[in-house]
């Protein structure tokens, strides 16, 4: 009996035409790098993958906007309440459909603050779609996605696309046009969208489908003592642990006192084993010491620092040199208040 040679098994045909070609797949083909994640958090778990929708859904003004906000402000620096971005120089498209724009513009100056981004945003870019009706905000929003080309989109109000978020055949069409967008571009869309009341599902028959399409679910909920608690409810990839904020002053996000109360133990003992009459480190000296201390990589060790600064536990009081934060404050009230 003769055998049968496989190898060139499909690749005999006529050539397809062209429009249908496009869409084919070819298995014995060089393989494709692994889908990208934009971010991973502190244990290096990737999330948020580029080429994909996402969905943050919770009740009401439990931190849904604060969590896109969150990656917002990861994006723009190293690390960020233990996010870290897995590229530089990200584009954040951060479009809007509930809140005025006072509102919208303090939020992404916080962001921009929060980050301490030296580009000042320029890398954030804003769409405020309120005042707009449903078909013209989908239009825009996608307008915004083709030009600006950014990599990660926070569509905060997602349902609000759809004149009917329980109209099955229009919910579907904004939910394939979103997905569209982030196959052509390659960016990551991640959508904000309430909860039912009763189930906590997201809401409607938009966020039926937005939760079917989605790479990566996640739910949030905020507990009695304002802890905001991100939970991966459903993921293609790998879990991410949960990831929890408070909610501060102003639009400020900031560590739970549990992470916080650590980092700050890390630098009171890091800095009591100084010398007398030495109160500042070098960023050498302080990640070689943050390594020590908790084995870590360098990486992550400059993601504590930053997490430190961020939390008020540590002050970068000149270009490569820290200080405890209240070292810092007791030296200004001998020198009189003055900064070198």
């Known amino acids: 009996m003769n055998r049968v040679d496989f190898s060139r098994w499909g690749r ?55 969590f896109g906000m969150l990656l917002a402000t990861a994006a723009m620096c190293m690390c960020f309440l233990g996010v870290s971005p897995r590229e530089t120089d990200l584009r954040v498209l951060w479009i809007d459909t509930e809140q005025d724009t006072g509102t919208l513009k303090r939020r992404a100056r916080k962001a921009v603050e929060m980050a301490q981004n030296a580009r000042k945003g320029t890398q954030l870019l804003l769409y405020s779609l309120k005042g707009l009706l449903p078909a013209e905000r989908l239009k825009i929003a996608l307008e915004a996605i083709e030009q600006e080309r950014p990599d990660f989109v926070l569509l905060d109000g997602a349902a609000d696309l759809c004149a009917d978020f329980n109209d099955n055949k229009e919910s579907a069409a904004v939910v394939n046009a979103l997905l569209a967008a982030t196959e052509k571009i390659g960016c990551a869309i991640l959508c904000v969208i309430h909860t039912n009341k009763r189930d906590d599902e997201a809401r409607g028959h938009m966020g039926s489908i937005l939760q079917q399409k989605a790479a990566e679910v996640y739910e949030i909920k905020k507990g009695a003592e304002g802890i905001v608690t991100v939970s991966q409810a459903v993921s293609r990839f790998a879990s991410v642990p949960d990831i929890r904020f408070t909610i501060g002053d102003g639009f400020s996000l900031l560590p739970t006192v549990e992470v916080a109360d650590k980092i700050a133990e890390d630098m009171r003992t890091i800095f009591a084993a100084l010398p007398d009459g030495q109160a500042e480190m070098s960023r050498q000296a302080l990640c070689k010491a943050i390594i020590e201390r908790r084995g870590v990589q360098s990486r992550q060790a400059g993601n504590i620092i930053s997490s430190a600064i961020q939390s008020g536990a540590l002050v970068k009081i000149k270009k490569g040199a820290y200080s405890l934060a209240t070292d810092y404050m007791f030296g200004e009230l001998i020198n009189g208040g003055n900064e070198e």
Not at 26 to 54: M, S, V
Request: glycine share 8%; hydrophobic share 35%; proline share 7%.
């Open 12 to 66: 005999d045909h006529a050539p397809l035409p062209t429009a249908l070609a496009t869409y084919k797949i070819d298995i014995w083909a060089d393989d494709e790098a692994p889908t990208p994640c934009l971010f991973q958090y502190k244990d290096g778990t990737g999330l948020i993958a580029r080429k994909n929708l996402h969905v943050i859904k919770g009740r009401e003004k439990t931190g849904k906007s604060a």
